[in-house]
T-cell receptor, first 114, second 114 residues
Framework: DADVTQTPRNRITKTGKRIMLECSQT?????MYWYRQDPGLGLRLIYYSFDVKDINKGEISDGYSVSRQAQAKFSLSLESAIPNQTALYFCATSDPSSGANVLTFGAGSRLTVL | ELKVEQNPLFLSMQEGKNYTIYCNYSTTSDRLYWYRQDPGKSLESLFVLLSNGAVKQEGRLMASLDTKARLSTLHITAAVHDLSATYFCAVDMGYGGATNKLIFGTGTLLAVQP
């Protein structure tokens, strides 16, 4: 099983619908992140969480919300999806105790908003 | 605001040739990461550079960091087809200590031709 699992892997939805992307990890890391990837723009940080009670906005949090249900679970919600939220979404985890804080990414969730 | 720029954005090179990808960033930071993404796949960590003058090498890839110039390079030696991928640099927003918030460059798509 993957260390960082994202569901769904692919989702097509309509404008105005509520969407939740889920992320779970088995690495035991406290830190979790949500990024979105758009062609030509690299990855942009949406939200991050350094522990269950710590949630922080990233570069592009407008239109998104998150929930850290447990150390292992971090969900991203789009309350009312719009077409420009069509993108590839990545969840990632990290462990800063190693000093390097390398991100481990999930396989990605491709979201299409019509 | 930290900005990270990579160039070139696209690189087509022949097998056996050498080339360098550049990553410039706009504010002081001493933590820089390189990731690789294969088409349709997630990102995997290549190198972590944690101080000025850091140099890391793995196979045909070598990465370096010059914090004074705010520049990192990823040098490819004697390219082979298996190196074809998109390469991202990512910079931690902190200096003298990690914030663990990474800002990614736009990526360099490398295509190695036979």
């Amino acid at each position: 099983d993957a260390d960082v699992t994202q569901t769904p892997r692919n989702r097509i939805t309509k404008t105005g619908k509520r969407i939740m992307l889920e992320c779970s990890q088995t690495k035991g890391h406290d830190r979790m992140y949500w990024y979105r990837q758009d062609p030509g723009l690299g990855l942009r940080l949406i939200y991050y969480s350094f522990d269950v009670k710590d949630i922080n906005k990233g570069e592009i949090s407008d239109g998104y919300s998150v929930s850290r249900q447990a150390q292992a679970k971090f969900s991203l919600s789009l309350e009312s999806a719009i077409p420009n939220q069509t993108a590839l979404y990545f969840c990632a985890t990290s462990d800063p105790s190693s000093g390097a804080n390398v991100l481990t990414f999930g396989a990605g969730s491709r979201l299409t908003v019509l | 605001e930290l900005k990270v720029e990579q160039n070139p954005l696209f690189l087509s090179m022949q097998e056996g040739k050498n080339y360098t990808i550049y990553c410039n960033y706009s504010t002081t930071s001493d933590r820089l990461y390189w990731y690789r993404q294969d088409p349709g796949k997630s990102l995997e960590s290549l190198f972590v550079l944690l101080s000025n003058g850091a140099v890391k090498q793995e196979g045909r890839l070598m990465a370096s960091l010059d914090t004074k110039a705010r520049l990192s390079t990823l040098h490819i030696t004697a390219a082979v087809h298996d190196l074809s991928a998109t390469y991202f640099c990512a910079v931690d927003m902190g200096y003298g200590g990690a914030t663990n918030k990474l800002i990614f460059g736009t990526g360099t798509l490398l295509a190695v031709q036979p």
